[in-house]
């Protein structure tokens, strides 16, 4: 411990914090915008500076010691960090009217915040092109103001550091080694890099016109599927706490805006489980290729299959539940509503950037046509909602429509990390036993921790299960690979709740609260084990034949690229 006195008050204090952490601690807010806790704490942007025995230094870097004299509010301080600010604003192109982070830009609302009403600094500003070549990312260094947020998150959080600053001085551009794009790289599509971004130097292609342009098109029968993570996320948006369940309200929007149906990804989650679950029982009776590895989410699939190409024997062949809703909406629903699988556009909303490169993979065509036609994040599909001046809080609740909407408790937690995981012991074991499941809910694979294990017996055989979320626990898991019968690995921190196309801010409370919703949308549900959805019953028995038969997988199956 350490005694300082904070702004005029003497404190005993914690010796290994920062003077930011204890200023926190006491209640005391000093403006941050390079700083993320644990991840980006470099001191560079100056705008947390406070006075420390009469010098001005950053809070986020600067340690306590005994008898520090801090201040954290004085005209000479105010003032230091209004420099700073104008100084990143004079290098920043003034376009917030026309910039995706209008109305949510951290740099918008500190100049807000400290009253910068000119610039004081004219000067040469840096331009670059640019980064148009990834289908998930966009990136434009003009708005980047060098926090290097990004660069942190991709590195420690997600353990691909695919940017670094390049050049020096006032040159310095954020960009993958080499100046090659972030479409030629290992780049996983993740997004990560977005919910760090504190302006718009970062953000997903916007592929709303599209959306657009189909549901004015009276020939095309325009359908819709909603992510998991979706439902208990895009209410933040119009003021609602995190992880509202509005799963009502999204059915309700989402018609307003023109869709002709509203279905539920939830609905091929339960489908992957009975898909992917028999891939596991096959393997375990068998004893091969185990550990089975769950192929769901799209950013480990594509760092999977960069870094660790030898163990694609592991990765699950089934589609994630989102192709396979593309390839069931443009073959089985036509089919049975005689209508022209031609003229049905596919509507994906998904709190993932990497989604909208998983609809451009090889074999994502297996109905005949693009199973997927386009992608919206969460945060799109709030933009539209707003453009059609839908009044979102007030909407009714209305229902999915069937058959491809109907769904179980165990497809909602998905979009949690561990909720795969569940949702596939639920229906492995009664399976495997032909027992009823004595409790359904698995703690030990609930949480925000990076790795969870669990062990559970059936049928006398103890099968040990591993969960990681955050590419960097993958990197991790990786390396007992042989410890486990099963894993599931999610590329986002907290699984898809904390996606790259979910609204801002990100963090952890928001990714938490999103989290309890989801399982208190589990709990509410009168079916919560995949394999007992009537309708995904119907389809077997109308259509697929049963799991793992040859038409589930000439449609719901795929290769990997190494
Ligand atoms: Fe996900 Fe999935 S859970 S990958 O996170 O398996 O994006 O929410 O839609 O496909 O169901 C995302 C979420 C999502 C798929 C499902
Ligand atoms: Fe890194 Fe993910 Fe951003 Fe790619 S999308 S640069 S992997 S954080």
Known sequence: ???????????????????????????????????????????????CVVEVNGKIQPACVTPVSEGLEITTTSPRIREARRISLELIISDHPMECLTCSRNGNCELQRLAEDFGISEITYEGEQSHFEPDLSSPSIVRDPD????????????EQVQGVAALTPNERGFSTIITPAFGQKLGEIACANCGQCINACPV?????????????????????????????????????????KPGSLVTGKLMAGLRRLGFDKV??????????????????????????????????SPGWIKFIEHFYPSYLEHISSCKSPQQMFGALAKTYYPENNGIDPEDVFVVSVMPCTA???????????????????????????AKMFKQAGIDFVNLPDEEYDKPLGISTGAGTIFGTTGGVMEAALRTAYEVLTGEELPGLEFEDVRGLEGIKECEIEINGQKIKVAVAHGLSNAHKVLQNIDDYHFIEIMACPGGCVGGGGQPYPTNEETIRLRAQGLYRDDKEHQIRKSHENPVVKKLYEEFLGKPLSHKSHELLHTGYVV
Request: hydrophobic share 35%.
């Open 263 to 296: 279905f539920d990804t939830n609905f091929t989650a339960d489908l992957t489980i009975m898909e992917e679950g028999h891939e596991l029982i096959e393997r375990l009776k068998n004893n091969e290729r185990l550990p089975l590895i769950t192929s769901c």
């Open 143 to 154: 708005k980047c103001i060098l926090c290097r947020r990004c660069v942190s998150v991709c």
């Open 200 to 240: 718009g130097a970062l953000s997903e292609k916007d592929d709303t016109e599209k959306v657009w342009e189909a549901l004015a098109n009276p020939d095309k029968h325009v359908v819709v599927q909603t992510a998991p993570a979706v439902r208990v996320s895009i209410g933040e948006v119009f003021g609602m």
């Open 355 to 381: 989604k909208k490169f998983e609809i451009t993979r090889p074999g994502m065509d297996s109905s005949g046509y693009q199973d997927v036609d386009v992608v919206l994040t969460t945060r799109e599909l």
């Open 1 to 47: 411990k350490v005694n300082i006195t904070l702004d005029g008050k003497s404190l005993t204090v914690d010796k290994d914090k920062t003077i930011l952490e204890v200023a926190r601690e006491a209640g005391i807010k000093i403006p941050t915008l390079c700083y993320l806790e644990e991840i980006n704490e470099i001191g560079s942007c100056r705008v």
